[in-house]
């Protein structure tokens, strides 16, 4: 005997929109490919370092992938419920994460900068949480008191936050990642309607702050020089940019072959994190890159749609903010490779090796697809809208038979008498 749940009881799904469809869609291609570029990057240097496993980095991807993935399933169901929830824990994780990998003792060091927590291949970089952790709370604090963004004393408490978390940040030293939070927070005002010359004034004090903190410290110097000319020094300051240049112009339209870069091996620094995105271009070549900017746009044109039809102003600000730090993510990752700006050590979302940077933007996906998922406020007011009409209209229908009927016998009665 078949037992089956009554229909009122079965619980039902929850109907996949346009939007969540696309950033679904986005998100694991480019996991995927990650997933492949990873390998091929990394494969040749890790056998031969010494390692004797060609697959290393591909497994730890994968295990970073996996966990961010359910992060992914809890949050496109739970997301907006869960990030007003967790904001004030993850706010306090984060800033104390940045204060722990300063420390002697607590944080590890790796190319002369402090910015990971952990041991072994299990570490965790603080400022990726902070990414996020800044979103979340600015669109609470926004959402609360929308007034608040008419002055710049009403977002006092949001400034100092991005600012505390940025000067962390920095001393690690990480100058892109910083860069990469303001600017975030500069998306997230435009979207809630700052004034112009409010957004003109923080602007001009952030390239301000950039301009310093590069003059400042010798290194960034160098890499500044190395910007503006890289083969003046091509086997100091530019290497890294020099390789990259040449790897790209390697693959041209098409691409040598998957597996067949040259300057992946021992030739382009960090060629499986922050660099991967010059291995496409000599393996895959214009072709594979433009690929990789398709999936993006997918995710661009989905999350600034699902913040447009946000049935709220948290929502939307969510959107908005978690779309905003992957594609300035990787609109910084492309032009620093691509040598229209200076190195940054920034990676490129889902594709770049790093376990932090990959489990956090897959939960914050999570939480942006749970947005794009709910019903818009606007299809709802015209289902409204649509019902009061009918309404209205069988009542007007039925007055006028009303009348029809009184009229008629009104002159029947006038046709006896």
């Known amino acids: 005997m078949k037992l089956s749940l009554p229909s009122w009881s079965r619980p039902k799904p929850t109907p996949m929109t346009f939007e969540?469809?696309?950033?679904?869609?986005?998100t694991l291609c480019l996991i995927a490919f990650g997933a492949v570029m990873v390998y091929s990057a990394s494969s040749g240097t890790s056998l031969l370092n010494g390692g004797g496993d060609s697959s290393m980095y591909l497994k730890r991807y994968l295990m970073s992938a996996a966990v961010g993935l359910i992060a992914l399933g809890y949050?496109?169901?739970?997301?907006?419920?869960?990030?007003?929830?967790?904001?004030?824990?993850?706010?306090?994780?984060?800033?104390a994460g940045l204060l722990l990998v300063l420390v002697p003792g607590f944080g590890v060091q790796a190319n002369g900068a402090r910015r990971w927590l952990g041991a072994?291949?299990?570490?965790?970089?603080?400022?990726?949480?902070?990414?996020?952790?800044?979103v979340l709370y600015s669109a609470g604090l926004i959402a609360a008191k929308p007034k608040r963004i008419r002055s710049l004393k009403g977002v006092r408490p949001l400034l100092l936050v991005a600012a505390t978390m940025a000067l962390l940040i920095i001393v690690e030293p990480d100058l892109g990642t910083a860069i990469v939070i303001s600017l975030t927070l500069g998306a997230l005002l435009v979207v809630s309607g700052v004034k112009l010359r409010h957004l003109g004034t923080l602007f001009g004090s952030l390239i301000l702050c950039v301009l310093l903190l590069a003059l400042l410290e010798p290194y960034r110097r160098a890499r500044l020089t190395a910007f503006l000319d890289?083969?003046?020094?091509?086997?100091?300051?530019?290497?890294?940019?020099?390789?990259?240049?040449?790897?790209?112009?390697?693959?041209?339209?098409?691409?040598?072959?998957?597996?067949?870069?040259?300057?992946?091996?021992?030739?382009?620094?960090?060629?499986h994190t922050d660099m991967i995105l010059a291995v496409i271009g000599e393996e895959l070549g214009f072709v594979g890159i433009a690929g990789v900017l398709?999936?993006?746009?997918?995710?661009?044109?989905?999350?600034?749609?699902?913040a447009r039809m946000a049935r709220d102003l948290y929502s939307k600000l969510l959107a908005a903010g978690i779309t905003s730090v992957i594609l300035i993510q990787a609109t910084v990752n492309f032009f620093a490779v691509?040598?229209?700006?200076?190195?940054?050590?920034?990676?490129?979302?889902?594709?770049?090796?790093?376990?932090?940077?990959?489990?956090?933007?897959?939960?914050?996906?999570?939480?942006?697809?749970?947005?794009?998922?709910?019903?818009?406020?606007?299809?709802?007011?015209?289902l409204v809208n649509e019902d009061r009409k009918k309404d209205a209209d069988s009542r007007d229908r039925g007055r006028r038979d009303r009348r029809t009927r009184g009229a008629g016998a009104g002159g029947r009665r006038r046709a006896a008498g």
């Open 120 to 134: 072994g291949p299990l570490q965790i970089q603080p400022s990726e949480i902070a990414k996020l952790a800044l």
């Open 338 to 382: 691509l040598g229209v700006l200076p190195l940054t050590g920034v990676p490129l979302p889902f594709i770049s090796y790093g376990n932090s940077n990959l489990v956090v933007l897959l939960a914050g996906m999570g939480i942006l697809i749970n947005v794009a998922q709910r019903p818009a406020a606007k299809a709802k007011l015209r």
């Open 20 to 26: 969540h469809s696309m950033l679904r869609t986005a």
């Open 230 to 271: 890289p083969w003046a020094d091509a086997h100091g300051s530019g290497f890294q940019s020099v390789q990259a240049m040449i790897a790209i112009g390697s693959g041209g339209p098409f691409g040598v072959g998957l597996g067949q870069s040259v300057q992946k091996l021992f030739y382009l620094p960090e060629a």
């Open 75 to 95: 949050f496109s169901r739970n997301g907006v419920a869960a990030a007003k929830r967790y904001t004030p824990v993850l706010l306090v994780v984060s800033i």
């Open 294 to 306: 398709f999936l993006y746009g997918m995710i661009a044109y989905a999350g600034l749609r699902a």
